[in-house]
């Protein structure tokens, strides 16, 4: 059987694909000399069929079958034009890197055990082994044996072009006898698949993607997202914020994952977006990191000025795995539709000559590309992603972006109030009370400062400092607060009053009769 399966790997062409259960079933084995004639006496009854009937062609099949009675079926690894990377073909990947499938390849790929229970080969290691390319192992279920094999081979590209030929093509084949059949449909495949994303789900670590300045959507050997490990700290605990308005958004961003069935009960694409405003250092950024070790999810940072078009933009959309978080930072900047963020707008023209031609090039994501990359027909391809928009100038928005139903919640990230402070002392100092934070309290409530400002001062600047830091800490802090400025609208209010108040003053001892009339 072996060898009969060996043999199948040599030949690409002829195959005659049957779709079935969103993989290719193909004829199998005919790179023996036997198998070719059988193959060739298949097409020519299949040729002559239209003109003598189906029996030539069926009895051709039936020849076909006696001697080769082995099924075969391919899993892609790109299914739908290269556009998107398979869930089937990633689910057998993980599924054959299990140890006891694994242990029958002679060649393979090591990676590190993302779960670290150093599951993937033998106790105490770190490390994954699975199929290198070209390799072969046999499973067994339910007494039947199952063939897996590795392949890549070239894409046939019909076409003359100017851009990059596609990668290769990588898919693995399932053979197997046809008595097996029924139980391979029915049974083994749906098994494979729910093991290997259940063994992918414990082996997946968390990514922070964002997306390649030189991306073009038509070269296919350049993916459109880079990504690192996401090792961010935050949590919502951590975030300095009223703790109701924090137990509300929690609520809704737990509801939501858990909401799978809600959305389709509803007709909704699966996913929601945020919009968090507010000024700078408030905690905009910390609160996404915040979501995404709340959800388990993916952040996909998106830089849209780094989008070249519309169908660039949509090609990246597409690369988006579910779990996912996507970020659009300054979304104010972002979306001038020169495709330049705002400083680079105040450059003088001779600065911007000097910018290289590939940061140079405009990017063409027009308004409504964004709302489909948002809330379009693709974009509910993937499911279960939040959708999340920062800015510091939430007024400057086109509403069309950030209407309900596309931004579900708006979310003000203000500067700190006590309940806030009190959350970055325990943070920050351990500290629940001291006798310092009723004056705290005080200049907080007339005053404005970001957590970003509170948090940098109640960390100790020196290291001989940790030993009295509380004390010193929350002074410094109080005499930052001393020099921030007053709270905006009452300050200005307050300021503006005492000003108005003083020239009617003045003016009215000048000329009482007419200025009296002025100030009522
Ligand atoms: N609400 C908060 N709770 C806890 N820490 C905060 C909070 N806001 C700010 N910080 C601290 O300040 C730093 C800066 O915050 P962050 O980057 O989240 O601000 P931002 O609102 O995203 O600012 P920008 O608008 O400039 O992007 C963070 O590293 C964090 O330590
Ligand atoms: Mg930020």
Same mark, same amino acid.
């Given at each position: ?27 199998? +084995?005919? $790179? !023996? %000399?036997?198998?070719?004639? *059988? ?8 040729? @002559? =069929? &239209? ?70 080969? +033998?106790? $105490? !290691? %770190?490390?994954?082994?699975? *199929? ?8 067994? @279920? =339910? &007494? ?377």
């Amino acid at each position: 059987m072996l060898s009969a399966l060996t043999l199948t790997t040599e030949r690409e062409k002829g195959q005659r694909e049957i779709s079935k259960m969103g993989v290719q079933e193909t004829w199998a +084995g005919w $790179g !023996s %000399a036997l198998a070719s004639a *059988m193959f060739l006496w298949a097409m020519f009854g299949q040729y @002559f =069929s &239209g003109i003598l009937g189906d029996r030539l062609g069926v009895y051709a099949m039936k020849l076909v079958y006696l001697f080769y009675p082995y099924i075969e079926i391919t899993f892609e690894e790109y299914t739908g034009e290269l556009l998107r990377r398979s869930h089937a073909y990633a689910a057998v990947e993980s599924y054959l890197s299990a140890s006891s499938r694994s242990k029958h390849a002679r060649r393979l790929k090591a990676d590190y055990d993302r779960s670290g229970s150093g599951s993937g080969s +033998g106790p $105490g !290691s %770190a490390i994954i082994l699975s *199929m290198d390319d070209h390799e072969e192992v046999i499973d067994s @279920f =339910s &007494g039947a044996k199952l063939y897996w094999s590795s392949q890549i081979a070239p894409l046939e590209s019909h076409s003359i072009s100017f851009y990059p030929s596609p990668p290769d093509r990588r898919f693995y084949r399932l053979s197997f006898h046809r008595r097996h059949r029924d139980l391979v449909a029915n049974s083994y495949i749906p098994h494979v698949l729910d093991e290997g994303k259940a063994i992918g789900l414990k082996n997946r670590v968390r990514r922070l993607y964002t997306n390649n300045t030189s991306y073009d959507s038509y070269d296919f050997r350049k993916l459109g997202w880079s990504h690192v490990h996401f090792e961010h700290p935050a949590t919502f605990e951590t975030i300095a914020m009223d703790p109701e308005k924090k137990r509300d958004i929690v609520d809704d961003l737990i509801a939501f994952s858990r909401g799978k069935e809600f959305y389709s009960r509803v007709g909704k694409p699966w996913k929601r977006g945020y919009l968090l405003y507010g000024p700078p250092g408030t905690g905009k950024s910390t609160m996404i990191a915040a979501m995404a070790n709340l959800l388990d999810y993916d952040v996909y940072d998106l830089e849209l000025t780094a989008v070249k078009n519309n169908s660039a933009l949509r090609k990246l959309l597409l690369e988006i795995s579910g779990k996912a978080i996507i970020v659009l930072e300054d979304i104010d900047c972002s979306l001038d539709l020169s495709g330049k963020r705002k400083q680079e707008r105040e450059k003088s023209e001779e600065e911007v000559k000097k910018i290289g031609s590939e940061e140079n090039k405009e990017s063409k994501v027009t308004l409504s590309g964004l709302l489909n990359f948002i809330d379009g027909l693709w974009s509910a391809c993937g499911g279960e992603r939040l959708v999340v928009f920062t800015t510091n100038f939430v007024e400057k928005l086109d509403p069309a972006l950030i209407r309900r139903g596309r931004m579900d919640r708006h979310i003000e990230l203000s500067y700190c109030d006590f309940e806030g402070f009190k959350v970055l002392a325990r943070n920050y100092l351990g500290i629940k009370e001291h006798t310092l934070f009723e004056k705290i309290q005080r200049l907080l409530e007339e005053r404005n400062i970001t957590p970003a400002d509170v948090a940098e001062n109640l960390m100790p600047k020196k290291v001989k400092e940790v030993a009295v830091s509380v004390e010193v800490c929350l002074t410094n802090l109080i005499q930052a607060l001393m020099e921030s400025k007053l709270k905006s609208a009452k300050g200005e209010e307050e300021m503006l009053a005492g000003t108005v108040a003083k020239v009617v003053e003045e003016k009215e001892s000048a000329a009482p009769s007419t200025l009296n009339d002025v100030a009522r």
